[in-house]
């Protein structure tokens, strides 16, 4: 019912997005900079400012799906993405927050491509294409670069070699190829085997490409986004995530701490608390999910 009541609105989003091709202005850059606790002084497009500013965005800009789950369809507007996320202090989902990421960084003249991934962590299965993350190309040697996996995830920019293991002194990473999922990027825990986490082929994508997506993550059944609350942030030495109504501490390469949310007056607190969010409007049944 949800998914048919909405057909129109989505249909007319579509086909009403408009060609994004101007950069942010000086204002704009400086206001990001500002989110990310980060001089208000635009930086050179390098590795060391690219590995800051992606350390800065998973630490201050939390991984959040509470529109998603109060009904709200998703936007990527370049304006309706900066007004949430930037001057709301708010999160997003991955196209939300990688969508606004990646304009940044060809506002600060980064040479970005954007690519559509797929995530293989239920390995008895094929996804669709859910994710968004982007390639750097500088001095010859190309970065994958990503700020919105709802969980622990490279918190710095990774030279993509074939094989090469690196290190973002939490968990271990390397790439390899496959036929089918085209690069393949492995995470290696502590005291844990490989894991792939996704994989992504190259072809470059625009913002537009990534609207089926965020439909299929906004309103289709199977979308393992619309039916509980997913959130995150990142620590120095710990990611910190909403799961239903639980709220863990991931450090050394395992949840260490967990504590049940029981009443919208606890869900409230805890997300301001950890992960600097304020919601402006009534959350469904309290924000406390009903099937945990």
């Known amino acids: 019912m949800r998914y048919n009541k909405r057909k129109r609105i989505i249909a007319d989003g579509v086909m009403g997005m408009k060609k994004q ?8 850059l400086c206001q990001y900079l500002r989110k990310l606790h980060l001089p208000q002084v635009v930086p050179p497009p390098d590795l060391a400012t690219l590995k800051l500013l992606q350390d800065a ?9 509470l529109d998603i789950l109060s009904g709200r369809l998703t936007s990527l507007e370049h304006d309706d993405m900066f007004a949430k996320i930037i001057m709301k ?16 960084l060809e ?12 995530f293989i962590d ?8 859910r994710h968004r993350v982007m390639c750097i190309e500088l001095e010859d040697k190309r970065y994958l670069t990503d700020v919105g996996v709802n ?17 973002d002194g939490i968990c271990e990473y390397k790439f390899s190829r496959d036929p089918f999922f085209g690069w393949l990027l492995w995470q290696k825990e502590r005291r844990k085997p490989w894991k792939r986490l996704f994989g992504f082929t190259e072809e470059q994508q625009l913002d537009m490409d990534f609207i089926p997506a965020c439909i299929y993550t906004d309103l289709h059944p199977d979308s393992p986004l619309n039916k509980g609350k997913a959130i995150s942030v990142f620590r120095e030495d710990c990611n910190i995530t909403i ?3 639980l709220l863990k501490f991931y450090l050394g390469g395992r949840v260490k701490y967990r504590y049940t949310i029981n009443t919208e007056y606890d ?20 924000g406390i999910d009903q099937n945990d």
């Open 21 to 28: 091709t101007a950069l942010m202005n000086h204002w704009q």
């Open 57 to 65: 965005h998973l630490k201050y800009v939390p991984y959040e799906n």
């Open 89 to 104: 202090n708010r999160g997003g989902i991955c196209f939300e927050l990688n969508g606004l990421y990646n304009w940044l």
């Open 107 to 118: 506002s600060l003249g980064y040479k970005v491509i954007s690519y559509a991934a797929r």
């Open 122 to 129: 239920r390995l008895e299965e094929y996804q669709i294409r």
């Open 151 to 167: 969980s622990e995830s490279p918190r710095c920019p990774l030279e993509m070699a074939e094989g090469k293991v690196q290190s």
């Open 243 to 245: 799961r239903g109504n």
């Open 267 to 286: 869900l409230k607190g805890v997300l301001w608390e950890y992960f600097g969010i304020a919601v402006d409007y009534p959350l469904p049944n309290g």
